[in-house]
């Protein structure tokens, strides 16, 4: 009997234990309010904002200065705080956070995830951004703990919002705007980053490892692209070459080494590189960097190159098409006729044969195909 009791208790034992360790059930926020995240990229800034989102049902009209987002500071009778501002959307803390060092409305702010919220007013609100994004609601809220504070303008909507959202509007190269819109309101505040720094900066921290060479072509072809910071890309495009740990001289490599010096308006080292470069290319490579140097107006250096690919790779869809765009730069469009005439039918797929037959109507027609 001792030995069945003991048996029983183990079991009821071992039953408080293992619902002690069953995970809470999967419940729908509070309130009937919605959960959702944004995100987007400023350059290689990731924006995140994660919320819930309060409906107006049927309270148009009464949403703002009331309880529901209430003006300025209040004491809402929970938690610790006694002036607290509006959570800028339901239960949980919103959280904006920020992967780079960001202006909100020109004014500066560091990486990281902030608690978010807002003091309203009827024309003008003020965005808070605090370092603690853990609390529930403002209930919690310590102006000590604030790491900025931004006055901007509210705008009124002609059309209702119904569900409290956010998005990103007004795209810029470097900046983007947040709008928090609801009911007939929108709280919009710009963002901005210094995206080029920012790319750079992000670049010199990644290649203090070793890293293969089409990183850095990858990191050359940005500065040539944007036309900054050319004499590190030329240091990096040493490194790509030269470097004694994965370190590759190429026709990438020497290629894109002399594009950095083309855009330093060094020709002369950029043509001596691409006399080493050519060699190593291949037929494709080649093609592509005769079609550069015609873009660069460098007739003559094209000439050049197109004359040795096909000298190289004779009287080939790729090589016949290069000669007829060398000729066709230079006026010569007889002869640049003849070449795509014998590229025509040598055309690896109808895409490639429509070209060439639209580059024939042109030098019929006397134009340039280039």
Known sequence: ????????????LAGFCSVGQIMPLTTEPDGGNRKASVSEQLGIVKISIAYSRPGVKGREGKIWNTPVAHYGFVDQGHGTSSAAPWRAGANENTT??????????????PAGTY????????????????????SWGSFYYDPAEDVLRIPVKNKALETSVEWLKYEFIDQKENAVTIALSWE????PFQVEADT??????????????????????????YCVENNIELEQALAWMDRAIYFRVMGEKNFRTLSTKASVLMKMNKVDEAKKVMEEAVPMGTMTDVHYYGRTLLSMKQVDEAFKVYKANFEKYPNVFTTNVGMGRA?????NYKKALGYMKAALPQAPDNGNKAN?????????EGKDVN
């Open 356 to 364: 060439v037959e639209n580059m024939i109507k042109k030098l019929e």
């Open 196 to 221: 080029k720094a920012l790319q750079i900066a992000s670049f010199k921290s990644e290649f203090r490892t070793t890293r293969p060479y089409y990183d850095y072509i990858q990191a050359a072809n």
């Open 327 to 331: 000729y066709s730069a230079m006026g």
């Open 115 to 134: 608690g978010f919220f807002i003091s309203l007013g009827e024309e003008e609100s003020t965005l808070i951004f605090s370092k603690i994004s853990n």
């Open 184 to 187: 007939k309101r929108m709280i």
């Open 96 to 109: 904006i956070s920020f992967s780079q060092p960001v202006k909100i409305e020109g004014k500066d702010l």
């Open 1 to 12: 009997m001792k030995k069945i009791v003991m048996i029983t208790l183990c079991f009821v």
